[in-house]
């Protein structure tokens, strides 16, 4: 696959009052799955900004990776924005928006003072890699947006199509960082499985304090709903997980995950919607 293009929109979003509760089917709970993710996400992808910008100097300003680090810090950039607007509006529901946020720093806190520059770039391509197999499925199945509210099915079809759009910048900085192949192999590897496990507890948990911020964390039938939406119909963490299994071969690239015509699908979609 070609080197990636990476356009930099200003892509702005309203959320008003007449955006639903529950916006994603009228479904508690997995309103809140893709509500806890957008909690995740302005800290989340400031420390990958971050982890990125580190290593800048060290990419030659004429290579065709330099520019796309530029677009990738811009679309981030914007990602931060807009999911910060999201998250006050959540905020404005009652949901514990600080003390989610606090668990992030100190996860980010412990990894500052832990681990190398180069593994936290590591850990980058790991959770890059997460965003972009799950967008993949949204620009595959733009059917599982389907009762959505279309305010908020436009933030994740948009949010879709730029985290693949630069799906590999961190992993290719990372290469380029990295000259020694067996070592690049087993940091990346030795990421993926630490950021798996902390990502899983993590989202489990936000999922779990949303629901009890709505008075919904014994509401069965609903948890059962989401365990059938995630990994039966449409079974997105089913539908995930030989891509997630990719990561561990040796010959792995995220551009090896061909989504080129996906994406250009969904492009033209974002186009007529502007």
């Not at 994740?156 to 192999?185: G, M, N, S």
């Not at 939406?229 to 449409?234: A, E």
Request: hydrophobic residues 45%; contains cysteine; charged residues 20%.
């Amino acid at each position: 696959m070609p080197p990636a293009d990476i356009p930099t929109r200003d892509m702005r979003f309203t959320l008003d009052a007449t955006v639903p509760r529950y916006w994603y089917r009228g479904w508690c709970h997995v309103t809140r799955f893709f509500d806890a993710f957008s909690i995740m996400f302005p800290l989340g992808e400031k420390f990958f900004i971050d982890s990125v910008k580190h290593f800048r100097d060290q990419i030659p300003a004429e290579t065709p990776l330099a520019a796309e680090i530029t677009g990738f810090i811009h679309q981030e950039g914007t990602h931060i924005r807009e999911h910060r607007l999201y998250n006050l509006r959540l905020a404005a529901q009652g949901a514990p928006i600080d003390a989610l946020e606090a668990l992030i720093q100190l996860r980010q806190q412990n990894s500052l003072q832990r681990v190398s520059p180069a593994t936290r770039l590591a850990l980058t391509a790991c959770l890059e890699h997460y965003t972009a197999i799950l967008a993949d499925q949204l620009l595959r199945h733009p059917e599982i947006l389907d009762g959505a509210d279309p305010a908020m099915a436009a933030i994740w079809q948009w949010h879709a199509i730029e985290e693949t759009e630069h799906k590999a910048v961190a992993f290719d900085v990372f290469a380029a960082t990295e000259p020694r192949p067996l070592r690049r192999y087993l940091v990346r590897c030795g990421a993926m499985l630490g950021v798996s496990v902390y990502f899983v507890i993590d989202l489990t948990y936000f999922v779990y304090r949303l629901a009890a911020c709505d008075r919904q964390r014994g509401n069965w039938r609903e948890w059962c709903r989401l365990q059938w939406w995630l990994f039966v119909h449409p079974g997105i963490f089913t539908r995930v997980l030989p891509a997630w299994l990719f990561w561990f071969a040796p010959w792995f690239h995220p551009n090896r995950i061909d989504s080129r015509a996906v994406l250009q699908t969904a492009r033209r979609a974002l186009e007529e919607q502007s």
